[in-house]
T-cell receptor, first 114, second 114 residues
Framework: GAGVSQSPRYKVAKRGQDVALRCDPISGHVSLFWYQQALGQGPEFLTYFQNEAQLDKSGLPSDRFFAERPEGSVSTLKIQRTQQEDSAVYLC????????????FGNGTRLTVT | GESVGLHLPTLSVQEGDNSIINCAYSNSASDYFIWYKQESGKGPQFIIDIRSNMDKRQGQRVTVLLNKTVKHLSLQIAATQPGDSAVYFCAEPYSGGGADGLTFGKGTHLIIQP
């Protein structure tokens, strides 16, 4: 596809359930980012991959959050034992191979934990 | 801590008028700034960027001004149209996200009055 694709678009989970959010970056983009956006706030950095290597996961809020990109393309963000404070929009972005390439964002997955 | 922020959470303008959205940053070491537009239900979309060795950069109907002396960034939108209604974020490089990771401000909601 032409852009970053995320699925599902919406996810409702009961507290304590595990969820998996998928991101298909733009083909050929080396860098992939996950952001969390709370209502009325700007996106907050979660983690960053360069190809399959997770180079920075300092933004992950707890050890319940886990991200992977095993083949350097598709990425999955997994949240275990979801809690209400995990409710947010999770955005994925990818960027090209030159310095300061603009991030291209998907439309996000809106997660609601009840 | 160092952060990117915005002066006004909401800006209301008449259709056809020019809009000016402001941003204050505190990291004097940042050498690159970006403006993103986020429409309801969508991911942020790149508008324009500027490097710190420039004071001004123009795009189609948009101009970004950078004042390094007072660490201020602004986005000017000429002849505002209904389609410009969105939340606008300024962003600067995030230290941990490789070459392209970003830190976002909280955003300004631009409302176009008919």
């Amino acid at each position: 596809g032409a852009g970053v694709s995320q699925s599902p678009r919406y996810k409702v989970a009961k507290r304590g359930q595990d969820v998996a959010l998928r991101c298909d970056p733009i083909s050929g983009h080396v860098s992939l980012f996950w952001y969390q956006q709370a209502l009325g706030q700007g996106p907050e950095f979660l983690t960053y991959f360069q190809n399959e290597a997770q180079l920075d996961k300092s933004g992950l809020p707890s050890d319940r959050f886990f991200a992977e990109r095993p083949e350097g393309s598709v990425s999955t963000l997994k949240i275990q034992r979801t809690q209400q404070e995990d409710s947010a929009v999770y955005l994925c972005a990818s960027s090209g191979n030159r310095n300061n390439s603009p991030l291209h964002f998907g439309n996000g997955t809106r997660l609601t934990v009840t | 801590g160092e952060s990117v922020g915005l002066h006004l959470p909401t800006l209301s303008v008449q259709e056809g008028d020019n809009s000016i959205i402001n941003c204050a940053y505190s990291n004097s070491a940042s050498d690159y700034f970006i403006w993103y537009k986020q429409e309801s239900g969508k991911g942020p979309q790149f508008i324009i960027d500027i490097r710190s060795n420039m004071d001004k950069r123009q795009g189609q109907r948009v101009t970004v001004l950078l004042n390094k002396t007072v660490k201020h960034l602004s986005l000017q939108i000429a002849a505002t149209q209904p389609g410009d209604s969105a939340v606008y974020f300024c962003a600067e490089p995030y230290s941990g996200g490789g070459a392209d990771g970003l830190t976002f401000g909280k955003g300004t909601h631009l409302i176009i009055q008919p």
